[in-house]
């Protein structure tokens, strides 16, 4: 068996090495793909939807349907690994887990209890604990606002730069893992819960998709731009850039709780408790 | 007017919806996604009847024209399957509510969300008229459908896997051809990509590009021998996921290798590759015969559906590629009539299962007495499984099986009606089994028989979905002659001759 799939795969090498063959030359000018449709993109995104970065006039206008699919398989994705993956509440993974008695530092372990009921006076401390690193506290103290900060750029300079909603959602989501790796997950989830991830998640989509919706209700077709821009009696090209934002928007709100929640997941086995 | 985005948004949103309905204090998803199938399944409608009425629409995503921008096109065969897959969705949840409370605690909302998702994603796919936005969408139908699928017996999850990784490599080669078109002909738009490749005859690229997509399609439909992932993920997985996606994904898939031959590639350019066709054809043939093979060495009615419906796929992937019009006819309709064959044998099973616990065969004994109208769906399916007029099964066979002779592909339909003949054994059997053993015998030595022998019906909110599905069966197997004037020769319109 393996030597017939073998043999098939060295077929089919064959067959695209030959296939290739009959390619237009990488870059050539006169080749199809230069010449038909991405011909009008480069004369004229400008003037239709007066953003000066090409690339997002396409991805998030021209052909902003296909990217509000993407953005619900970033939201499916996460939807996935929550139905996978979460264990419920009552479910402990670890045979023992350990609290710190807040007022003494006393630190006492509990055999099988995920949840005391005294968390008021102990706080939750990870089973493979070490003290914190200063260096990395610190160094990660600073350098997480500026992360955000940077997030909030690349997507407000979507228009203009290499950038748009997928990487400001990333890079807020890798802000929020390093708060996860220099502290613990517990201290990342009590500033953004799980709750919030959901609900965050779904806002993103419904940004967008109600983005298009918006348009319909105005009689222009689903994300339509133009819609949005008679709405709110600004010119057809404004409409067109203010809806690649909003869109945009919704799209870094998804993919960050999107990430951060499939983070969480599948570092604590679940249980969004401990683990790393 | 919208209705073609309209058969989409009502799923989005309510699938949003669903995700956060936990923190909205109350437990409104099944409500919301009863609502949102109902308004994508009246959408529908009004697509087909539009359709019918003045022949295809297309729709502009963003107002932009194509090919620059994306277009939903319908044509009545489209807009049919829009009604048919909308409508089974709808169906099977109305059927499965109390399971689907039972068999997810705490994880409903997002249960719900991930069907209206796949459900979505897959009216995405019979919608959309551009090659990209195709790929996106089986994107989104499959990951929402591995998950949905992820959960249920010992091994579901296994096979799920399994099914990620099949299924991710088939929509990667499918992916992979869109390249190849795009690189010769520097569109993705259906319609456009047809028009320019009409003009530039075969070359060694597109014969490649065709090779690919197909073999990306095949992957994705189960065509034997890509056939693996499928007995398990169905078999294994919890019986609202197999119900829905059962009769939902393969059919799909088969809907997306038909758009491509009488859409997007030129009809004489299949023509000009006679061995891709003939290679086709006896996959095809090979499916028919191994599925019903492997279906008879089963002991247990969902994976023995399981492998049906391998041979089922191996109906639709040889009509297609025959390249009669007899024989595409017989492959839309038996897309149809196979889709609802399998959504009234699952919803049974799922019924069954619900009483007995298990689909394997010793525990169906006594079943014509205990459940007797789900078995009276059952039999209206299995009859249509195996080909007995008047019910929709036996008119696309019969398309088939002409438009087989008609191109002299002997092989074919022989395969064709032994794989009829083997339904028969394989049908019969399981009637025996439900109708003779256990139940009469009172005083059997197995104790439990004689409480068999009681009636005890599933609740009648499953029965009546259940019976909707079985009777819809015979409707469209009374209107074949409507259906194919008005419906398939309509969507095929000069594409064959």
């Not at chain 1, 222009?220 to 934002?245: E, T």
């Not at chain 2, 204090?25 to 409500?31: I, K, N």
Request: net charge negative; charged share 10%.
């Amino acid at each position: 068996m393996k030597a017939i799939s073998l043999i098939a795969v060295l077929l089919a090498g064959i067959a695209l090495v030959y296939t290739t063959s009959d390619f237009p030359a990488w870059g050539d000018p006169e080749s199809p793909a230069s010449l038909h449709v991405s011909n009008l993109y480069i004369e004229q995104s400008y003037e239709k939807t007066h953003t000066p970065n090409v690339v997002t006039s396409v991805l998030a206008d021209f052909r902003g349907f296909d990217t509000m699919f993407e953005t619900i398989v970033v939201f499916t994705a996460a939807m996935a690994c929550f139905f996978i993956l979460r264990r419920s509440r009552e479910e402990c993974v670890l045979e023992h887990y350990y609290y710190r008695h807040i007022a003494t530092g006393l630190v006492v372990r509990m055999p099988g209890a995920c949840a005391t009921p005294t968390q008021g006076a102990f706080e939750q401390i990870d089973s493979d604990w070490t003290p914190q690193d200063i260096v990395v506290s610190t160094v990660c103290r600073l350098l997480i606002p500026f992360m955000q900060i940077y997030a909030f750029y690349v997507l407000a300079h979507g228009h203009y730069s290499p950038g748009g909603g997928f990487q400001a959602g990333v890079v807020m989501a890798a802000s929020y893992l390093l708060l996860a790796l220099s502290h613990d997950l517990r201290f990342v989830i009590a500033r953004f819960s799980e709750r919030l991830m959901h609900i965050l998640a779904a806002a993103g989509v419904t940004i967008y998709v109600g983005t298009g919706f918006i348009a319909l209700t105005t009689g222009a077709n689903f994300l339509d731009y133009g819609g949005l821009a008679g709405l709110l009696r600004m010119p057809l090209a404004s409409g067109h850039s203010l809806g690649i934002l909003l869109v945009e928007t919704g799209v870094a709100l998804t993919v960050c709780s999107a990430l951060i929640m499939i983070f969480k997941l599948v570092s604590s086995q679940g249980t969004i408790n401990e683990g790393l | 007017m919208h209705y073609q985005i309209l058969v989409l948004l009502p799923l989005l949103f309510a699938a949003f919806f669903a995700a956060i309905s936990p923190w909205l204090g109350r437990r409104l998803e099944f409500p919301a996604a009863v609502l949102a199938l109902g308004v994508s399944l009246w959408s529908a409608i009004q697509v087909l009847l539009q359709t019918l009425a003045h022949g295809p629409v297309t729709y502009l995503l963003g107002g932009w024209s194509p090919p620059w921008g994306i277009a939903f096109v319908a044509d009545t065969f489209s807009a049919a399957m829009l009604c048919l897959m909308s409508g089974m969705a709808l169906l099977n949840l109305l059927a499965n509510r109390e399971q689907i409370e039972r068999e997810f605690p705490e994880k409903t909302h997002v249960f719900y969300t991930l069907y209206l998702l796949t459900t979505a994603g897959h009216l995405g796919i019979l919608s959309t008229g551009d090659i990209f936005n195709l790929y996106v969408l089986i994107e989104v139908a499959a990951l929402s459908g591995y998950a949905l699928l992820s959960w249920g017996g010992a091994r579901a999850q296994l096979a799920s896997l399994n099914y990620l990784l099949i299924g991710s490599t088939g929509a990667s080669f499918y992916l992979f051809g869109i390249g190849y078109l795009y690189v010769k002909t520097g569109s993705l738009n259906m319609a456009d990509v047809a028009s320019i490749l009409s003009t530039m005859g075969g070359t060694p690229a597109l014969a490649g590009a065709f090779a690919i997509i197909m073999l990306g399609l095949w992957v994705k439909m189960a065509l034997f021998p890509f056939h693996g992932w499928l007995p398990g993920a169905y078999s294994q997985s919890t019986n609202v996921s197999a119900a829905l996606l059962a009769p939902m994904t393969t059919k799909v898939m088969a809907y997306v290798v038909v758009r491509m031959l009488i859409t997007v590639f030129p009809t004489d350019f299949v023509a000009s590759m006679p061995e891709l066709s003939t290679i086709a054809v006896w996959l095809a043939s090979a499916a028919i015969v191994v599925g019903a093979l492997a279906a008879l060495a089963q002991r247990d009615l969902r994976r023995m559906l399981c492998f049906i419906l391998v041979a089922e796929v191996g109906y639709m992937a040889g009509g297609a590629f025959i390249g009669n019009r007899t024989a595409m006819t017989g492959t839309m309709l038996h897309i149809i009539a196979d889709a609802l064959m399998t959504l009234t044998l699952f919803m049974a099973v799922s019924n069954i299962v619900s009483k007995r616990g298990s689909p394997a065969f010793g525990d169906l004994k006594g079943l014509f007495r205990s459940m007797p109208f789900t078995m009276a769906a059952f039999v209206l399916g299995a009859m249509s499984m195996i080909g007995v007029p008047p019910l929709c099964g036996f008119f696309s066979k019969w398309y088939l099986v002409s438009g087989s002779m008609q191109a002299g592909q002997y092989v074919f339909a022989g395969a064709l009606i032994l794989s009829s003949l083997i339904n028969v054994i394989l049908f019969f059997r399981i009637f025996e089994i439900c109708f003779f053993e256990g139940g009469q015998e009172h005083g059997s030595h197995e104790h439990g028989h004689h409480e068999e022998s009681v009636m005890d019906e599933v609740h009648w909110t499953r029965l009546v979905p259940l019976a909707a599905a079985a009777l819809i069966l015979i409707a469209v197997g009374l209107s074949t002659g409507y259906i194919v004037d008005r419906v398939i020769a309509a969507a095929l319109t000069g594409s064959i001759a």
